[in-house]
């Protein structure tokens, strides 16, 4: 920086060069010091001096407060300090951000912490530079298998790293079709049951009723609700470091043609449904629109967002693509509760993360989202209809749970992030999605690497 | 973001220039090592300094020249972060911003204080030091906030001038290719103001014998501005160009916070300081967010120099 005073004997600047060094030493020993103890614990990962009565910290987002403050009214005699964080929403990875900083130190980890990020047991899970993994192992005892089979299929695959279970799922993103029933009545049109048919269905929708749309592409996770959905392997991970990125298949292309065509037409515009010019727009003209479970609360029946009038939104399965016998679909985020493998609590910690994932106090009275856990589930969806908010039964959102398709996988970095950067800007100058598939790879493929994966 | 000093500090340091004049080569440093008030004053300062920036930075290079298991990795992590592939596009990126917003700053900045200088009538010329000065009090995080809005064509107040560029999204206002011009016109926007009260303050600094003789010998208002204003702020001018540099090559807050309010359209590692942000907390290498730290620190220190050189900020008169 410029102003330093630069005049100093060089006798007097010799001896305070020794104590910086002395002192910056110091601080890298210190930095590189702690660490968990070495001995392999019961559960399968070197466990902490445990100490029953001890308080455990959780860290939750602002959203998951109401699942503290359930645990605690449920279990007033375990002592929990709530520390409220972002939740590395957005992608912000504060989470990761904090552990690596407490892997430094050595100590500071919190007991608990709630993540809506997909992909974080992808590096929970794995040693960092020598430090012992933050994730605990799950599955070898620590949480009862009864439990842990409860869960809806497949849901865990992104707490799953190399067959081992490391968090817990809070709640489901799988993609579904909602649609307003009276509008598409009114329009006469039938409700697609292939992507074939709902490109068509589009087809028609701009030449008879230009200004309504089926869907939208501008948002980051325009690939995990089509690309996903149609098997495209851009990022399938086989590995705890390594990935296999196809985007020439047909699987992508089909995908990739569908969009640019029902983008040209407009009735699948690139416009983000989280910006203001999504609802000038669009309010009142979405017709239908391929999406998470979560768009429910988030979009349509969100007074500050389309708000969409009791009676009128239906919801149908993921749609099959010609020739397949079963739909698959993709999924667009779902939190996650992590225990430290650093906790001097385990057993509260454990406790807490079981009540907060199954209890019905949280996941059926409380919880905003689509619980992982089957018989919440159930209970959750059946208050649901009892709203009489929806047109239709809410099955199909059961339907789609366990058929997330397992070929998209979940490693450390974000392919939202990929696609937001690479593809978006792209579409948005006028560029076709299928010419751009090399370019996407090469992206993924590039990220990936950087990250410490092998690409195949 | 952008660093500019207050009109307090030019004052201590314009009677700083006086008294060094007046002493006739002595070494300033003489009094105060007579005064031990002195070293009290000034050792917060010093302790601050030697704590948060000397003692950082050097670990900062340790942590450059080593690997994560602490042992001496010569010059890998440099070798390593520079075949990167975003660090090139990270490079362009903030050069192109850099280019644009130096020249923006030094042009308008310059332009506008002799401007207002030159307005004869006081409270208009007020009116106008203070109108410039008001962007940069919203400052830092919040005015990028407000940018957003601005910037978006559903939202922004100046939608008609969006529409007439031929925006219609807020994804088209920020294409990649508009980014430079988008942050120079934020930081332009959030920190110019400081510096044309700076520029005023050295303007008053010229002597009106100066002006009032190159008046009597014919020069008009053009010509005074070109021939004595312009070349009497020379290091006034050098000096905004070193403090706008260093911060500019840090270049984060605005990209950051973009990134994160376009859903990651705006990339996350678009500049330098980004990069080295996704080094340490995405990818776990502190050493490699070192070195690109080292690295920023260099070529901000090379480029000060010629600013400083050619400025001639520390020659005396």
Redesign the interface.
């Known amino acids: 920086?410029?102003g330093?005073h630069t005049?100093v004997r060089s006798r007097r600047r010799a001896s305070t060069v020794a104590v910086?060094?002395v002192?910056?030493a110091l601080?890298?020993l210190a930095g590189?010091g702690g660490g968990g103890s070495s001995a392999n614990g019961k559960y399968g990962f070197p466990e902490a001096k445990q100490e029953a009565s001890s308080t455990i910290t959780v860290w939750v987002d602002a959203d998951r407060q109401a699942a503290a403050q359930a645990f605690q009214k449920a279990n007033p005699d375990t002592k929990i300090k709530v520390v409220t964080y972002d939740g590395s929403a957005?992608?912000?990875?504060s989470f990761?951000?904090k552990m690596?900083l407490f892997d430094?130190a050595g100590n500071g980890w919190p007991d608990v912490v709630f993540s809506s990020q997909n992909n974080d047991a992808a590096?929970a899970s794995q040693k960092?530079?020598?430090k012992q993994a933050f994730a605990a192992v799950l599955d070898k005892g620590l949480v009862p298998k009864e439990t842990l089979s409860n869960f809806t299929k497949g849901s865990l695959d992104p707490c799953t790293v190399d067959g081992r279970v490391y968090c817990l799922r809070n709640d489901l993103a799988q993609a579904v079709l909602w649609y307003n029933k009276p509008l598409l009545e009114q329009f006469g049109y039938a409700l697609p049951t292939t992507w074939e048919e709902y490109q068509a269905l589009g087809e028609k929708v701009a030449k008879e009723h230009p200004g309504y749309i089926i869907g939208t592409a501008?948002?980051?996770w325009t690939p995990e609700v089509f690309m996903w959905a149609s098997k495209c392997q851009a990022n399938d991970v086989t590995g705890p470091k390594s990935v296999t990125v196809k985007t020439d298949s047909t699987e992508c292309k089909r995908a990739a043609s569908m969009l640019d065509a029902l983008r040209r037409n407009g009735t699948v515009p690139?416009?983000?449904v989280?910006?203001?010019?999504f609802l000038?727009k669009y309010s009142g003209k979405v017709l239908m629109m391929p999406g998470p479970a979560w768009y429910a609360g988030a979009i349509f029946r969100n007074p500050e967002s389309l708000d969409v009038p009791a009676g009128q939104l239906g919801v149908a399965a993921p749609l099959t693509w010609k020739g397949e016998s079963e739909a698959v679909t993709g999924n667009v985020g779902g939190g996650t509760w992590f225990i430290s493998s650093h906790s001097k609590n385990l057993k509260a910690a454990e406790n807490f993360v079981q009540f907060v994932t199954t209890a019905d106090e949280y996941q059926v009275d409380a919880a905003p989202g689509y619980p992982a856990y089957a018989p919440a589930a159930e209970k959750w969806i059946a208050k649901q209809e009892a709203s009489k908010y929806y047109a239709t039964s809410l099955q199909p959102v059961v339907t789609a749970a366990s058929r997330v398709w397992a070929g998209w996988g979940y490693p450390?970095?974000?392919q939202?992030?990929i696609w937001?950067?690479t593809m978006?800007?792209g579409v948005?100058?006028g560029k076709s999605i299928v010419d751009l598939l090399p370019t996407w790879r090469t992206a993924i493929e590039?990220q990936a690497k950087?990250?410490?994966y092998v690409v195949n | 973001m952008t660093l500019a000093p207050s009109s307090d500090q030019l004052t201590v340091d314009a009677s700083r220039g006086r008294r060094s004049r007046r002493g006739g080569g002595k070494p300033a440093g003489r009094a105060s090592a007579r005064s031990p008030i002195g070293y009290v004053f000034v050792s917060p300062y010093a302790l601050l300094t030697i704590a948060f920036g000397i003692v950082p930075s050097l670990y900062a290079v340790l942590l450059a020249f080593t690997n994560a298991d602490g042992g001496f990795a010569g010059f890998d992590n440099f070798t390593k972060v520079i075949d990167d592939f975003r660090f090139w596009p990270a490079v362009f990126h903030v050069t192109i911003y850099l280019v644009i917003w130096l020249l923006g700053l030094v042009v308008f900045v310059v332009g506008l204080a002799l401007m207002v200088h030159a307005i004869g009538v006081r409270w208009v010329s007020t009116t106008l030091r203070f109108v410039y000065y008001l962007p940069g009090a919203l400052a830092g995080a919040s005015s990028i906030l407000l940018w957003l809005f601005v910037l978006d064509p559903t939202a922004s107040p100046v939608s008609g001038l969006l529409s007439a560029m031929g925006f219609d999204s807020f994804v088209q206002v920020i294409q990649p290719g508009n980014l430079p011009a988008i942050f120079a016109i934020i930081a332009f926007w959030t920190g110019a103001g400081g510096w044309i009260i700076i520029m005023y303050g050295a303007l008053n600094n010229i002597s009106t014998e100066v002006i009032e003789a190159a008046r009597i010998d014919g020069a008009n208002a053009v010509q005074i501005a070109l021939r004595i204003q312009l070349p009497m702020l020379r290091k006034w001018v050098a000096y905004m160009g070193v403090m706008s540099l260093a911060a500019g090559t840090q270049l984060f807050v605005e990209p950051q916070l973009l990134s994160q309010a376009s859903n990651a359209v705006v990339p996350n590692d678009y500049s330098l300081n980004q990069l080295a942000y996704q080094y340490a907390f995405q990818q776990n290498d502190f050493n490699g967010a070192a070195a690109i730290s080292l690295i920023l620190l260099v070529v901000a220190l090379l480029l000060s120099w010629v600013f400083v050189t050619r400025g001639g900020l520390f020659e005396k008169e």
Do not use: H, Y
Request: hydrophobic fraction near 35%; glycine fraction near 16%; charge should be positive.
């Open positions: 920086m410029v330093i005049g910086m060094g002192a910056t601080l890298a590189c957005n992608g912000s990875n990761r951000t690596q430094r590096w960092n530079g020598g501008g948002d980051a690139v416009v983000s989280f910006t203001p010019e000038k450390t970095f974000s939202e992030a937001a950067k978006t800007p948005t100058g590039n950087v990250n410490g």
